[in-house]
Structure formats: structure tokens, C-alpha cells
């Protein structure tokens, strides 16, 4: 196979596989009609709420914005019911606490996305798929 | 038609309605029933096939095969991709029903009473009822999500075979199916805390040949189900058009 087509063969072959994957995890709703599931991006501020409900858990974090002003971020996550057999409780995250949030974006441009990982003060990860 | 003919033609009628109108009556369980389970392959507790998490990379699993449709729904299948649909009704918490509801990433616990195996299925708080009392398939039952079901023992695998389909469930994503469909589901043990569940779709309408494909779950002792209310705080939606989105309006305040 000539380089390039094996990069593009490999590449395929990567979407295939996080669509599988995507769909498999995903019974609830398709994530890639409203997130953008090839792009990564982070925000720092503290938990203001944090919604341990189903379908899936919300994580609400205000952060500066450019202007300097809070802006209020939604990060959705799994089901407390996924996330409660893999390490997370309902007391993971709690207001006031200082976290780093990498997430996909919403594709609309909004303030909030699909929860990836929150990196706490201490050092602690809390990842979508089970708490370290 | 002959006074007399009509007469035995209303009889047999009237027989034929009582006879599908009749309820299979349960039998009270005996002693001797619930040590009949205990010689059955254990299907009880807690089951989820195994998962990678939103977002990371699994290993890379052989694709599911593809129904194969008759010229009629290949045509119809082509009609509804068309109108490119973000997503599914699942989107707004409506349950996906059968077969669907075998393949979420979510757990099922089974029980097994005499005459009966229930399946407690977690995402959106589904249940199905198998009955293996002996009773027959109705032969047209309403159309419900979940069918209606029998099973009946072959050595170690429970055969389950349901009919009986709301228009609103599909075989797959824009795949409709026809009032023929039958789902049959074979369950077997491979392995103390494995099962393999093999699911043969029949649809002479839609299908070409049966459409077969195979889910492995693992057992977890150590879970319970949980509650799953689709409805608690749902904030994805689909609309009339098709357009999925989320709702980012400011969430419920908490005492």
C-alpha cells in the first residue's frame, strides 16, 4: 500500500472506530449531532452546581470570560448510574471547588459541552469514565 | 349459504373468538417448580456487556452485520436517510423497544420464578416478560415496544420468541419493520459469569434472510439496578425537523 493510502486507510479506520465506540456508550442520545467530538478544549472555574440526575449528570462551572465577567458553563457527563459503578459519587464534585474541565464543544457555539475530564486542586482527575 | 351451514360457520366463529379471547391462567407455583429452577442454568443477578466510556477508544470490535432489505424498505430506508435526522426519538426519552433495548450500554438483571424469566432492563426502567409456563404465542396480540414473549428450555439455552411490535420501534436506524416481524433471542451461559445472547430477526416483509447478530454480558454480583428516570433532567432534545440540540437553559435551583 502506498503511504498515503495507508495513512487514509488508518484514519478511516480510527473513525470507525470512535463511531463503535461512540454508539456503543451512547444509548441515550448521539453525541456528534450536538458536540464536536474532534475538537478538545478546557476551562477553569469553580463548581457551582452539579446535577447527579439522569440522563446524565450536569455540571455547571462559572469561569471568567475575556471580558472578565463569570460566565455560567453546562458540562454534560454520564448517567450517575454509569459513573457511580466506575468510581464517581454524588459528592465527586462539589460547589466551590476549583476545577479544569476538558470537554468537546458544543457545536453551537455556547458556553458547555460534552465533560471529558476535571482536573480538582489536588490533583485528583475525574475522567467520563470513572473517577482515579 | 345453507341455514344449517351458517349455523356450524357462527359456532366454529364463536368458538375461535372465545378460544383467542381466553386468558392463560397461571398455575399457582408448587414446591416441586421452584426446585425445577434450581436444575436450570443460572440466569439471575446483574448483567452489562462490557464498555469503553464516552469518547475513548475500545478495542476495535468486527462490525455488527447489516440487515440485508427487501427492494421495498431498501427504498424506504433511502427515503427516511434522506431527511438526515440527527438522531432518535430516544433523544426525548422515548424508549427504543425491541430488539434495540437488548443492545444498550446500560445493565439488565434477570430473575427466573417458575414459569416465568423477567428482564429488568436499566435504561429508561424497561421490563420484559418471558413466559415459559408453556403457554402459546397469541396469534395477534396488540403492538406493544418490548412484543409479547415466550421461552421455552433447548438443553442449556433459553429460546425466546417474541411478536408483536409497536410501529414505533425499528429493526435498526431507519429500518421500519412490518406487523410480521419475530425476534428470536437464544440465551446461553459460556462461561460462570458470561452469557452470549444470539438475536435472529425474521421479517418477510423487510428482510431478505434472517438477520442474526451476537451481545456477550458479563455478570456483576457486586451491582444492583438502579433507577433511571429518562425524564429527571433530559436536556437533549430532537425536533419536529430532525435538529438534535441541548437545552443550556440555567438549571433547577438546589435547596
Known amino acids: ?132 | 349459504m345453507k341455514h344449517s351451514t351458517r349455523i356450524v360457520w357462527l359456532l366454529v366463529t364463536g368458538l375461535a373468538v372465545s378460544a383467542a379471547a381466553q386468558e392463560w391462567k397461571t398455575k399457582p407455583p408448587a414446591a416441586a417448580d421452584w426446585a425445577a429452577l434450581a436444575k436450570l442454568p443460572d440466569l439471575t443477578g446483574v448483567w452489562e456487556a462490557p464498555t469503553v466510556g464516552r469518547g475513548g477508544r475500545g478495542p476495535a470490535a468486527a462490525p455488527p452485520p447489516v440487515p440485508q432489505l427487501t427492494p421495498a424498505y431498501a427504498a424506504k430506508k433511502r427515503e427516511l436517510d434522506a431527511r438526515n435526522f440527527d438522531d432518535t426519538e430516544a433523544a426525548n426519552c422515548l424508549p427504543t423497544g425491541m430488539p434495540a433495548i437488548m443492545g444498550h450500554p446500560y445493565p439488565y438483571e434477570f430473575l427466573m420464578t417458575p414459569g416465568k424469566v423477567t428482564i429488568v432492563t436499566e435504561a429508561y426502567m424497561q421490563v420484559r416478560h418471558i413466559y415459559t409456563d408453556g403457554r402459546p404465542l397469541p396469534a395477534d396480540p396488540d403492538p406493544t415496544f418490548n412484543g409479547t414473549s415466550i421461552g421455552r428450555w433447548d438443553g442449556d439455552t433459553l429460546v425466546a420468541e417474541t411478536i408483536g411490535f409497536s410501529p414505533l420501534t425499528t429493526i435498526a436506524r431507519n429500518t421500519p419493520h412490518s406487523d410480521r416481524m419475530r425476534v428470536t433471542e437464544r440465551f446461553r451461559l459460556t462461561a460462570p459469569d458470561t452469557m452470549s445472547i444470539e438475536t435472529t430477526v425474521i421479517d418477510p416483509a423487510v428482510l431478505v434472510k434472517p438477520w442474526t447478530t451476537t451481545r456477550t454480558l458479563a455478570r456483576h454480583r457486586e451491582w444492583t439496578i438502579r433507577e433511571y428516570i429518562c425524564e429527571e433532567n433530559n436536556r437533549n432534545f430532537l425536533d419536529g425537523q430532525g435538529k438534535a440540540g441541548v437545552k443550556l437553559d440555567a438549571p433547577a435551583k438546589k435547596e
Open chain 1, 1 to 132: 500500500m502506498r503511504p498515503i493510502a495507508r495513512t487514509a486507510g488508518r484514519a478511516l479506520l480510527v473513525t470507525a472506530m470512535m463511531c463503535g465506540v461512540a454508539t456503543r456508550a451512547w444509548s441515550h442520545h448521539a453525541a456528534a449531532p450536538v458536540f464536536d467530538m474532534n475538537a478538545e478544549k478546557s476551562v477553569t472555574g469553580v463548581v457551582k452546581q452539579v446535577d447527579w440526575t439522569n440522563p446524565h449528570i450536569w455540571i455547571w462551572l462559572d469561569a471568567p470570560n475575556a471580558s472578565g465577567q463569570v460566565e455560567t458553563w453546562g458540562f454534560e457527563g454520564m448517567s450517575p448510574n454509569f459513573l457511580a459503578r466506575r468510581g464517581w459519587t454524588r459528592t465527586s464534585l462539589l460547589p466551590g471547588m476549583r476545577i479544569t474541565v476538558t470537554f468537546r464543544p458544543l457545536r453551537d457555539g455556547k458556553a458547555g459541552g460534552m465533560f471529558m475530564t476535571g482536573k480538582l486542586a489536588d490533583g485528583k482527575v475525574l475522567t467520563s469514565t470513572g473517577a482515579e
